[in-house]
């Protein structure tokens, strides 16, 4: 492998890209000429170059693929130069980012302190992850292993899933994805997936199939009754409301989530604590034949 004393000499920019060519490699099996250029807006040639560096510091690690006219994994491909783990790669997946690499390393680099909550790491293997972006990507069917809340015994569940999305609802990775077992779209738990293997077989069904995914509904929620005047009147200024109410348009799929994720009041009588769980919902006839298990 690559030299760290090298490594440390490249210019920022150019290890971005050299980032890139490994997470793309591995998360997604393959880097091209063109993809490369196309995310970074650089020259052909320019791509090529940045090729051929990554290959020099890393001989061994990507082998070219004249079917794909691009690059794919060997099979003792190791990260030269991108954190791949699952922590570090999905919030860049869930931003849209090209790279999460920050120069100025752990000091901030506004001047200013900003902390996020320790929750506890509930993330798959990043082989797992590889696969299952990979079926993704190409629409391919994904064999897993798969502990489910829903079976009694301790035994692992062999699935075979089309997976179309990925989903963070806050506190976990969720993959949403047709469920050959059940016959429909269901969410399942990245970390409850213990093994995945992307099959050959392409996927028979897609996103536009799954309606629960493809419709918006308009949820709306107000400040909970048990709460004083003057308790409502800040939650008002905290959540913007109009005429005392919150309105978002969100997937029916991911309505639950939301409603966890709020902390929201979903007893018929508005019976939980309202300091702890400060609104309700407001149209919850519309709203609970799509998330009826978040409803009590």
Not at 142 to 159: A, G, N, P, V
């Amino acid at each position: 492998m690559a030299d760290v004393k090298m490594l440390h000499e490249i210019k920022f920019a150019t290890r971005q890209r050299l980032q890139f060519i490994e997470i793309m490699a591995y998360y997604l099996g393959h880097i091209s000429r063109s993809m490369l250029a196309k995310a970074y807006g650089i020259s052909d040639p320019a791509a090529t170059k940045d090729l051929k560096l990554y290959n020099d510091l890393a001989p061994g690690n990507l082998e070219y693929n004249p079917s794909l006219f691009s690059f794919v994994p060997s099979e003792k491909f190791d990260e030269v130069f991108a954190d791949l783990n699952p922590q570090s790669i999905l919030p860049m997946f869930a931003q849209n980012l090209l790279s999460i690499d920050n120069p100025s390393g752990k000091e901030p680099i506004y001047g200013i302190s900003v902390e996020s909550m320790p929750f506890p790491v509930r993330l798959p293997e990043k082989a797992v992850l590889a696969q299952l972006i990979r079926a993704m990507k190409n629409k391919h069917q994904l064999e897993i292993k798969y502990y489910s809340l829903s079976h009694r015994d301790d035994q692992l569940q062999s699935r075979i899933i089309e997976p179309h999305a990925l989903v963070n609802n806050g506190l976990r990775w969720h993959v949403r994805a047709y469920d050959h077992e059940h016959y429909d779209f269901r969410d399942f738990v990245l970390s409850r997936i213990t093994h995945a293997e992307k099959l050959e077989l392409k996927s028979d069904s897609s996103q536009s199939y799954d309606d629960d995914w493809m419709e918006l509904v308009s949820l709306k929620l107000q400040a909970h009754p048990g709460l004083y005047k003057k308790q409502r009147l800040a939650l008002s200024y905290d959540y913007d409301m109009e005429d005392g109410l919150i309105e978002l348009q969100v997937r029916r799929a991911l309505v639950g989530y939301l409603l966890q994720q709020m902390k929201v009041d979903t007893t018929e009588d508005a019976s939980l604590n309202p300091n702890a769980y400060q609104l309700i919902v407001e149209n919850r006839d519309e709203i609970e034949q799509y998330a009826g298990w978040a409803f009590m």
